[in-house]
């Protein structure tokens, strides 16, 4: 009996201190400011499809000339994509459709880019797509940007 309360115990510390860690990453990650809930899709089919598979729940964080994307759902303490601004072209942009409905926030806009050939959607709200999209116009002479 005594063994089993202990073990009891020990597994909710242990989920205790993963629940800690887990917040602290995201307030480590959001103390530089310049973040913003978004989800991705990397490798994105081509449009039409709204399947709602392949979305991932994070986090991105403005870096400069670059967007650094964490996933919510990890202790990583390194972004696990980072996306230049010279490289990053957009293409479309439209509102969650079919099962993507599910996937992602309710508010979200999703929006179709490209990063170094590579297809990926960005799904955001509507006030974290204006300053996104600000964001990539701001960039400094002589850069080149395309903003649909």
Known sequence: MVLALLVCGLVVAVV???????????????????????????????????????????????????IEWFRVFSYAPRPRRILERSAIEVVDRRSPDGDEEVALLSDAIVLGCTHRGTRLELAM???ALTGFLAWLEAAPPGQRVNVA
Do not use: H, M, N
């Not at 081509?46 to 392949?54: I, L, N």
């Open 16 to 66: 205790l201190v993963g629940l800690f860690v887990f917040g602290l990453r995201r307030r480590l990650i959001q103390r530089s400011g310049g973040t913003f809930d978004c989800s991705l899709r990397w490798d994105a089919p081509a449009s039409g499809d709204t399947s709602g598979k392949g979305w991932s729940y994070g986090v991105a964080r403005y870096s400069g000339d670059r």
């Open 125 to 127: 709200s509507e006030d």
